[in-house]
């Protein structure tokens, strides 16, 4: 436990967090605080379900009915206490031994979540569910009903958040007759994306060697924050909530900034921006967006976007620097999802992770395609290139980043269809062909 202690602590260190020489890491005997089991899903409901949501059989097929879990558990906080955490584990009705697989969700300002298949992104953890995977929906420190607020991109907690939920539903798996083959997979689009690849890093670090990595498939996510990402402050934007809620959030855990941090906005903005991240947040990022201009740098007082620019030592941007992905060499098998015409996270920032691992390592894939098909859209396809790159890990295939034959056609096909109907919104809309930066309009 001692060597394991100095590893973690190591760690922390090694991610920028402050860690004080009197503070006190005492982990507890046991994470789980409590489970309750929420919906029983049959296959029948199931199969109902699939064929209300067009979701076809040949690409996931219903193998097996569902039992739906709320999770409560401990996790590890910045200043090495433990935390309340909430999340949601789905687990298949077999006898068989199923793997593991964490679902990373994309970004949520408001604080209250649903629990269920009501919840779009939790029919995501349900498709691997139905396919014998013990599948886990992690909400990050501060949303579903847990404790402290949430750090909006920040790789450490979104990596800590994940893994104690891990680590509590173990403790969940003989209590409820459930047996695991030992394999783990990991995944998240957008932000979730960005917790994916945290946690495989974090996973590889060695500060905890219980919890073995099989392979991850992050999708669509901001690993670039300093490079591809930052250049959407400068130019119109679908969602410019995205730069307040990384202040806010840095501010809230790090104090990057002296006073208040609502003070960097200018007016009416500043004023909005309290009042909607006044807590216990409501609101969504849809509201969030509808306040702001649509270039979000001129939401932000010149002095700081000054230093921004020009001041590599900015608190801020160091921030930003310490949550980049793009530099680091994976161990496990990686697969790396998103389109061209994301409009949102912007596809160089796979393609800046790719190059810098691929010629490092072999064990990284990429799968970037979709001309015109923006961040909701690219979606679907990236989550089933997901499932057959971890189906073909499972069953021990070789070449796990081809997808099999037929269910690849069926995508090339689909893909071709979406992207086809996608470059024809653009003509009818009047947007430049191939601008990734169009003002559309996009439920995430």
Same mark, same amino acid.
């Given at each position: 436990m001692k060597n394991v202690l100095r590893i973690l602590l190591f760690s922390l260190l090694f991610l920028g967090i402050q860690v004080s020489s009197h503070a006190a890491f005492t982990p507890p005997d046991h994470y789980l605080v409590s489970y309750e089991l929420k919906y029983s899903y049959t296959k029948d409901s199931l199969d109902r379900f699939w064929k209300t949501h067009h979701i076809p059989q040949i690409v996931d097929k219903v193998r097996n009915a569902v039992d739906m879990y709320e999770v409560t558990y401990k996790g590890l906080w910045l200043d090495s206490s433990f935390i309340i955490a909430k999340g949601v584990m789905y687990v298949p009705k077999t006898e068989i031994p199923a793997a593991e697989m964490?679902?990373?969700?994309? %970004?949520?300002?408001?604080?209250?979540?649903?629990?269920? *298949?009501? &919840?779009?992104?939790? $029919?995501? =953890?349900?498709?691997?569910?139905?396919?014998?995977?013990?599948?886990?929906?992690?909400?990050?420190?501060?949303?579903?009903?847990?404790?402290?607020q949430h750090v909006y991109q920040d790789s450490w907690t979104e990596a800590m958040s994940v893994i104690y939920m891990i680590k509590a539903c173990r403790e969940i798996y003989p209590k409820i007759g459930r047996s695991t083959s030992g394999q783990l997979f990991l995944t998240g689009y957008s932000q979730g994306g960005h917790a994916a690849m945290a946690t495989h890093k974090m996973l590889e670090s060695g500060a905890f060697p219980e919890v073995k990595l099989t392979a991850s498939s992050p999708m669509s996510g901001a690993y670039d924050m300093t490079g591809a990402q930052a250049k959407t402050m400068f130019r119109k934007y679908d969602q410019p909530h995205y730069l307040p809620y990384l202040l806010i959030s840095y501010?809230?855990? #790090?104090?990057?900034? /002296?006073?208040?941090? +609502?003070?960097?906005?200018?007016?009416? +903005?500043?004023?909005?921006? @309290?009042?909607?991240?006044?807590?216990?947040?409501?609101? &969504? +990022?849809? #509201?969030?967006?509808? *306040?702001?201009?649509? *270039?979000?740098?001129?939401?932000?007082?010149?002095?700081?976007?000054?230093?921004?620019?020009?001041?590599?030592?900015?608190?801020? =941007?160091?921030?930003?620097?310490?949550?980049?992905? $793009?530099?680091?060499?994976?161990?496990?098998?990686?697969?790396?999802?998103?389109? #061209?015409? &994301?409009? @949102?996270?912007?596809?160089?920032? %796979?393609?800046?992770? #790719? &190059?810098?691992?691929?010629?490092? =390592?072999?064990?990284?894939?990429?799968?970037?395609?979709?001309?015109?098909?923006?961040?909701?859209?690219?979606?679907?396809?990236?989550?089933?290139? =997901?499932?057959?790159?971890?189906?073909?890990?499972?069953?021990?295939?070789?070449? /796990?980043?081809?997808? /099999?034959?037929?269910?690849?056609? *069926?995508?090339k096909m689909g893909i071709s269809i979406a992207n086809h109907q996608a470059k024809n919104h653009l003509k009818r809309t009047g947007h430049v062909e191939g601008d990734a930066l169009a003002s559309r309009k996009h439920e995430k």
């Open positions: 964490v679902y990373c969700h994309g %970004t949520r300002i408001s604080i209250a979540q649903s629990c269920g *298949i009501d &919840d779009l992104e939790q $029919v995501v =953890t349900m498709m691997h569910a139905v396919d014998n995977y013990v599948a886990l929906f992690p909400y990050y420190y501060g949303l579903g009903g847990g404790e402290k501010q809230y855990a #790090y104090h990057l900034l /002296p006073g208040n941090v +609502y003070d960097v906005f200018k007016e009416p +903005y500043k004023d909005e921006l @309290e009042k909607a991240f006044k807590q216990p947040r409501s609101v &969504d +990022y849809g #509201y969030v967006n509808s *306040i702001l201009p649509k *270039i979000p740098g001129d939401m932000v007082v010149d002095s700081l976007l000054a230093r921004f620019k020009s001041d590599s030592t900015f608190p801020f =941007t160091r921030k930003l620097q310490e949550n980049c992905l $793009v530099k680091w060499v994976p161990k496990a098998p990686m697969q790396l999802c998103a389109c #061209y015409g &994301d409009n @949102e996270v912007m596809y160089q920032n %796979t393609e800046v992770a #790719y &190059d810098y691992m691929h010629q490092r =390592t072999d064990q990284v894939h990429k799968r970037v395609f979709g001309k015109h098909l923006s961040h909701n859209p690219c979606a679907p396809f990236a989550i089933l290139y =997901t499932k057959y790159f971890f189906d073909k890990i499972r069953a021990g295939k070789k070449h /796990p980043e081809k997808a /099999p034959a037929g269910k690849a056609l *069926i995508l």
